[in-house]
């Protein structure tokens, strides 16, 4: 399925989850992608991402439902370990940058969002090795633990990007593109840039797109306002009403641009 295809439907079945009160049967989560052909490894693999995100998932076995999320490093050897690029080996650095502008609410959810994970213990660095190789042979369990990793990157990342949309938002948004990234696959090599690369991407385009929203929403506003002023104009030295036709014709605009506008303002 297309990498964005799953991020949006992921993102949906989040929403819906949300609206009932952050819980959600399993069996729906399975009908909302029944389509898409998902494997049982990764079906499990988005109800855990639902559980990640502080959904209840009900309908599970007995034990299941209130399953934590924990990162845990099982001690297994891991001759393949070598093989993956030496970041990899290390733990993933949230890089605390000077944020962006934030307003008062976010400014006090990134302090909290800090405060949180820096009373996590810190995997090391052979842990890390060892998970990331785990991931990469789709193990069960390691893409949970290490969308967990990387968690305090998504924040931070989402930090420093500027815009209007609450950080927790973002957040969110993030979470999904790492999310996605990792159901995708890990490169062989280059694995700490390929996931801060899809968490970046992932906001920036939410960003872009509420950026090309609010730049729609600006120029209906200025467009309703000019036809406004052009009314005026036409009409204040006479009560003559004139049809949407002749609007357009005067104003050599589209007839249903105007409709649309006059719709807007409650005029007929």
């Given amino acids: 399925m297309n990498q964005e295809i799953f991020q949006q439907k992921l993102k949906d079945l989040v929403t819906l989850a949300n609206q009932n009160h952050k819980q959600l049967h399993q069996q729906v989560a399975r009908q909302f992608f029944q389509e898409d052909g998902l494997s049982d490894q990764q079906l499990s693999l988005v109800l855990e991402y639902l559980r990640s995100q502080g959904i209840?998932?009900?309908?599970?076995?007995?034990?299941?439902?209130?399953?934590?999320?924990?990162?845990?490093?099982?001690?297994?050897?891991d001759s393949d370990s070598s093989s993956h690029s030496e970041e990899a080996a290390q733990?993933?650095?949230?890089s605390q940058e000077t944020p962006?502008?934030?307003?008062?609410?976010?400014?006090?959810a990134l302090e909290e969002y800090r405060a949180h994970f820096s009373s996590q213990p810190q995997p090391s660095p052979e842990e890390v090795s060892r998970l990331f190789a785990a991931a990469s042979a789709r193990e069960g369990g390691a893409l949970q633990q290490l969308a967990e990793l990387y968690l305090p990157v998504v924040v931070e990342l989402c930090a420093q990007l500027p815009g209007d949309i609450p950080l927790?938002?973002?957040?969110?948004?993030?979470?999904?593109?790492?999310?996605?990234?990792?159901?995708?696959?890990?490169?062989a090599s280059g694995?700490?840039?390929y996931l801060r690369e899809a968490i970046s991407r992932s906001v920036s385009r939410l960003l872009q797109e509420e950026s090309q929203q609010k730049?729609?929403?600006n120029y209906l506003v200025e467009r309703v306002r000019s036809l406004e002023a052009k009314v005026r104009?036409?009409?204040?030295?006479?009560?003559?009403?004139?049809?949407?036709?002749?609007l357009s014709a005067f104003l050599d605009m589209e007839v249903e641009e105007i409709q649309a506008i006059l719709k807007l303002t409650g005029e007929d």
């Fill in 191 to 193: 694995q700490d840039q």
């Fill in 233 to 246: 104009e036409l009409t204040e030295d006479s009560e003559v009403k004139f049809s949407v036709e002749e």
């Fill in 100 to 108: 962006a502008a934030l307003s008062p609410e976010d400014a006090q």
């Fill in 215 to 217: 730049l729609q929403d």
């Fill in 56 to 77: 209840r998932v009900t309908g599970m076995p007995e034990g299941d439902e209130a399953k934590p999320a924990s990162l845990t490093f099982a001690p297994k050897a």
């Fill in 168 to 187: 927790q938002d973002k957040v969110q948004e993030g979470s999904l593109g790492l999310w996605a990234a990792l159901e995708a696959g890990l490169p």
């Fill in 91 to 94: 733990t993933p650095s949230p």
